[in-house]
């Protein structure tokens, strides 16, 4: 208690901003994981202003050997920002400006507090874009999605946020500045620092600020709405669009169970008697809007689609997008808890893992809402349960278990946005080999030789 109170008064010295009570700081024991049991909580929470002010505390935890855990909206689902044996909770919400965009260079500099939506908007009135899109990107932050290397819809045609970080500045373990990258859109000099950073989960340092990569803004966008009596034939109009080349934005999947939840929570006009919708998000020049959406149109209907929906304007186009954003949350309406994952396969084998979650959750009478950004092979199994109830908590972690191994089997990994965090550490080893996830660990002890960053998270 004694070396607690010396930390905490140290910590009031080098910030402004300091929560230190036992019921303040409970509420960052957790984050959008909504784990069972807290089992820790933190010792301070330190709403930081600068990147200085962040170095000064990263030296003060250090000196007490103290862990140093970064936290931006807690929206993610892994327990990336829980501490595990107390430790100081950085807030970044303070540290949420737009330095700078830079209409030639194509390039936002920001802090990492800021928020994804807003980027996106701030960008937008300049004829820019920043395609990472996250369901939540009307809350998530910059520093979270760089943290997690976080995808989204519209991964299939623009990749995710690793594709557009081309400089970190971070405060290392040791309290320095280090500059990862630079300001040009090509860089081949030296090691890809930027890279080790980005998914890292705040393990290896604290990014305090990033620059990122912007692309023209699409002329024109829209979405269609497909809906199959089958998941198989959903799953194989999927593999036609990428077979004829077609590159929509995004293609997003919902079996019926989602679209029923989703229907309730946020009505949309879906259709709930439908095994399977495909919301297919096309953008481009304006000329080219009526031949993408003609093709894409021609091969739904020879994958044995029922009806063939085309948002007609802006307002279309937000209620449907609105309603794949909702799922989650109408999940959240069935059970106390909802779980979710981000298992993620290679396309070719996309409809064995659908069919094989569905089977696994049915051996243990659980039931799933399947969604998915089906066009890179990632799938997002929401599981509503009550964590209450025993039998059923043990029977979801069973399940989650056999969802991993088959996962594995088909030649997946474990995490395509979501990261590792404390929640699916232990069943790594399934898709990392063991010399990978040793060179991991050394990664970890020279970045940070104390342990203080973030420690017990991914390994």
């Known amino acids: 208690m004694l070396m607690k109170n010396k930390l905490i008064y140290d910590l009031k010295k080098e910030a402004c901003e300091v929560l230190s009570s036992k019921e303040e700081c409970y509420a960052y024991a957790q984050d959008a994981l909504n784990q069972k049991q807290i089992k820790s909580i ?44 107390g430790g100081i909770i950085l807030n970044f919400s303070k540290m949420n400006k737009i330095i700078s965009i830079n209409p030639e260079n194509m390039t936002a500099t920001v802090q990492p507090g800021v928020v994804l939506g807003d980027l996106q908007k701030e960008a937008e009135k300049l004829g820019l874009f920043y395609p990472p899109d996250p369901s939540n990107l009307s ?22 946020t690793k594709d557009y970080v081309l400089d970190l500045k971070v405060v290392t373990a040791k309290g320095e500045f280090l500059k990862t990258g630079s300001n040009t859109i090509k860089n081949s000099t030296g090691y890809n620092l930027t890279s080790i950073f980005t ?8 990014i305090v600020e990033a620059v990122l990569k912007l692309i023209p803004k699409p002329e024109s966008k829209k ?18 669009i990428i077979e004829h080349r077609i590159f929509p934005a995004s293609i997003d999947f919902m079996d019926k169970n989602a679209i029923q939840t989703v229907e309730k929570f946020y009505p949309a006009n879906l259709l709930t008697d439908k095994e399977a919708l495909l919301l297919i998000e096309i953008d481009g020049f304006e000329c080219s809007m009526d031949y993408q959406e003609k093709v894409i149109k021609d091969i739904l209907k020879s994958c044995s689609a029922v009806e063939i929906r085309s948002s007609h304007n802006d307002e279309e186009y937000e209620k449907i997008l609105t309603a794949r954003r909702s799922s989650m949350a109408s999940c959240a309406k069935l059970k106390p808890n909802v779980t979710t994952d981000d298992v993620i ?19 243990y009478s659980l039931d799933v809402c399947m969604i998915g950004h089906v066009g890179d092979g990632s799938v997002h199994p929401q599981i509503p349960i009550d964590y209450n109830d025993e039998d059923e908590y043990n029977r979801y972690k069973l399940a989650k278990s056999e969802i991993y191994d088959l996962t594995a089997k088909l030649g997946g990994i474990l995490s395509g946005e979501h990261g590792i965090g ?19 660990r050394q990664i970890k002890k020279t970045l940070d030789p104390d342990n203080i960053l973030n420690p017990y998270k991914i390994f």
């Open 199 to 206: 998914g890292s989960e705040g393990t290896l340092g604290i």
């Open 139 to 160: 809350v998530s932050t910059v520093g979270g999605s760089i943290a997690q290397n976080s995808g989204g819809a519209k991964s299939f045609k623009y990749g995710t």
């Open 422 to 440: 404390a929640e699916k550490r232990a069943h790594i080893h399934k898709v990392v080999n063991a010399a990978a996830l040793d060179y991991m």
């Open 223 to 240: 979405v269609l709405t497909a809906y199959f009596d089958s998941v198989k034939n959903s799953v194989k109009a999927v593999n036609a």
């Open 42 to 85: 933190p010792d301070a929470v330190v709403f930081v202003k600068d990147a200085e002010e962040v170095q000064r505390i990263v030296k003060t935890a250090r000196k007490y050997k103290t862990p140093v855990i970064c936290r931006g909206a807690g929206t993610n689902v892994v327990g990336a920002c829980t501490v595990q044996h």
């Open 345 to 363: 396969v290679p396309r070719e084998n996309l409809d064995k893992l659908v069919s094989g979650i569905n089977s696994v959750c049915k051996k």
